[in-house]
């Protein structure tokens, strides 16, 4: 069933579309936030620059991933390269990350703490202004 705030996040390895890779077991120690979204999700691209102020608040202290739902890679690099984001995004062509997290709709957020535990979960979204003063209260309360 679908997770909850205290469960071990499940591990992944998934392609960056700058290159190389991400798997979530490497980034123990980081605050994680895990972002799945489609370029066809009103509230999902909405949201998307409230990542961008977080990549670049944060740095090295936490570990951003927006792994894209089900959609070719074409689709996928077209979209940041028309929009100019710099923070991690990555592929799911095959959709693994629906079994592993599991949910009723996207955007879906989840937030991991250093010891690899689900801290917060969000789904759907708002405006960009408003999810990023959520996420960073949120990856604050992760980093204490």
């Known amino acids: 069933g679908p997770l909850s705030k205290g469960d071990v996040a499940p591990d992944f390895t998934v392609d960056l579309a700058s290159g190389g890779s991400f798997n979530l077991s490497e980034n123990k120690g980081k605050v994680v936030l895990i972002n799945i979204w489609a370029t066809w999700c009103g509230p999902c691209v909405g949201e998307m620059p409230a990542f961008e102020r977080l990549n670049a608040d944060y740095g090295d202290d936490v570990s951003i991933v927006c792994v894209n739902s089900m ?7 077209s979209f940041i390269k028309e929009n100019g984001y710099t923070f991690p995004v990555a592929y799911d062509e095959e959709g693994q990350m629906n079994n592993l997290y599991p949910t009723d709709g996207i955007p879906y957020t989840v937030i991991v703490g250093k010891d690899g535990a689900i801290t ?16 960073k209260s949120k990856i604050d309360d992760a980093l204490k």
């Open 71 to 77: 959609e070719d890679r074409g689709t996928v690099d």
């Open 120 to 135: 917060d979960i969000e789904v759907g979204a708002n405006d960009a202004d408003t999810q990023y003063m959520l996420y």
